[in-house]
Nanobody
Framework: QVQLVESGGGLVQAGGSLRLSCAAS????????MGWYRQAPGKQRDLVAT???????NYADSVKGRFTISRDNAKNSLYLQMNSLKPEDTAVYYC???????????WGQGTQVTVSS
């Protein structure tokens, strides 16, 4: 089992920045790709960004050039630097980890990000 705990959410004005963190614990050695997803009220949970163990990244078009995903494998941590935030970025952000060579996914409890206009 893998446990994920997010932190760093909050309220910020449009144009501002936030940095989300996700601390992983448990069977860390089984983790492959990690990522951030978000879910706005009344909407489905969508991909924000993913990163492989080797550092290859993938971003949703809506956040390219504004968000940066990174991970520190030594610290079992995942990060999301969010710059130039927009009101439409308002959502609950979830940390995700996938067990390598499987379809097993682990999720954090989520952290609220609210961007005011």
């Amino acid at each position: 089992q893998v446990q994920l705990v997010e932190s760093g959410g909050g309220l910020v004005q449009a144009g501002g920045s936030l940095r989300l963190s996700c601390a992983a614990s448990g069977t860390i050695g089984s983790i492959g790709v990690m990522g951030w997803y978000r879910q706005a009220p009344g909407k489905q949970r969508d991909l924000v960004a993913t990163i492989s163990i080797g550092g290859s990244t993938n971003y949703a078009d809506s956040v390219k050039g504004r968000f940066t995903i990174s991970r520190d494998n030594a610290k079992n941590s995942l990060y999301l630097q969010m710059n130039s935030l927009k009101p439409e970025d308002t959502a609950v952000y979830y940390c995700n980890a996938r067990r390598s060579y499987t379809t097993v996914n682990y999720w954090g409890q989520g952290t609220q990000v609210t961007v005011s206009s």
